[in-house]
Structure formats: C-alpha cells, structure tokens
C-alpha cells in the first residue's frame, strides 16, 4: 500500500488564498523569498506557482525538510530551489543558524506563518536579528499570524488558543504586537500595513 509522505495542514489551505491576497501586492516587485519555517511545504507550492517571478527558498527545521521536499518535490516548480535548514539559535548570539550559504542571495523579500507564537521569545528574538543580515538593502518582510494588542486579546478564541499553546509548551504563546514591531524597528524595518485577516489572524507588513 502506498503511503503518501507529503505532511498537511488544514490551516494553510484555510488560509493561503486570504495570504496571497496581501503577498501578491507587497512582493510584487520582489525577486527572493525567503520563507522561514516553511512547515509542510504547502504554502511555498501554492505561493511559487501564484507568484512565478519570484525565487521562493524555504527553510526549517531539519525535521521539517523531508515534508517539505515531498511537496517541492511534486509540484517540481521552476522557482523553488531546494530547502535551507534553518532555526533561530540564541547561543553564542542570537541568529538564524546554521548560517546561510556563501551564494545565497540577498533576499529583498521575508515571509513567516504561524511561528512566533509557536517558538519561545528568545528565539522569536533570535529571528529578528538573523533577518538583519539575511535581507537585502530594500526588502520587504511579511508576518501572518495571531497578535495581541495593548496586552489583550483580540477574540476569546485568541484566548483559548493562547492557554492551549502554554499547556502544551509554557515557553510559547501569542506574541504582542507592540513587542515584535519593537524588534522589527531595531533591523531597520517601518511597519506599513497591519491587514487584518480571517480566523482572527494579522498579516504585518514592514519595509526596510
């Protein structure tokens, strides 16, 4: 019996579509994505074939990486060459480790789902110092997820799901939005859209 070894998520066909509403005006003069936390490689099949002036590189964990290539693997798209591995590491500085290839490109262009309410603020922080260095001189970075504002939440969902995270691992949670645009200011970044999206999601839009 064959087994399929392609990974799925549910949320990413809920909410690709709404995604590339935003990416398709915020990347449309972009030329190299780099997706951190590629997860199950679905959104970098779906966004690739939409969008196929870009070059879009994923990147995870190295757990991550045989589910993702399963997917680049089928779509067999042109503009998805293969995954980096790639975390956010506090030790010995924060950063995205291991360090990108010499050859890789600048990328004018930065796209994450779902991952800083998943990893502990360390290593969200982690992120944000890697990016400064992974970007290009203009670049445009996009971050989709659930955000708190002023200290609350936006939705008693919001709520529930924020106790599931910290049941499951205490070092996680939903991020304030005021805390990640201050880490985003710090690399060079202007917040320039803030698009609410369904299911009580944010997609952030900052610039450098």
């Known amino acids: 019996m064959d087994h399929d070894p392609k990974p799925f998520s549910p949320a990413c066909e809920r909410n690709r579509d ?23 490689g679905q959104h970098a099949v779906h966004f690739a074939a939409a969008m196929p002036w870009l070059r879009w590189q994923c990147s995870d964990v190295a757990a991550h990486l045989p589910g993702i290539r399963a997917w680049l693997d089928e779509a067999a798209l042109a503009n998805t060459p293969p995954s980096l591995e790639l975390a956010a590491t ?19 262009a930065v796209f994450s789902a779902n991952t800083l309410h998943i990893m502990g603020w360390p290593q969200v922080q982690a992120l944000f110092a890697g990016l400064s260095t992974a970007m290009a001189e203009t670049a445009t970075v996009v971050v989709y997820g659930p955000f708190n504002y002023d200290g609350d939440y936006t939705s008693a969902s919001n709520r529930e799901f924020d106790a599931w995270l910290k049941a499951r691992d205490p070092t996680s949670g939903i991020r304030d939005f005021e805390a990640v645009n201050a880490l985003a200011r710090c690399i060079g970044l202007t917040l320039i859209e803030d698009v609410a999206m369904p299911a009580n999601n944010r997609c952030l839009v900052w610039r450098r």
């Not at 990416?23 to 199950?40: K, M, N, P, T, Y």
């Open 18 to 40: 709404p995604i590339l509403d935003v990416l398709r005006r915020h990347f449309a003069d972009a030329r190299e994505v780099l997706e951190i936390g590629s997860g199950s």
């Open 90 to 108: 506090v030790e010995p500085v924060p950063a995205l480790a291991p360090p990108l290839p010499h050859d890789a490109p600048a990328f004018d």
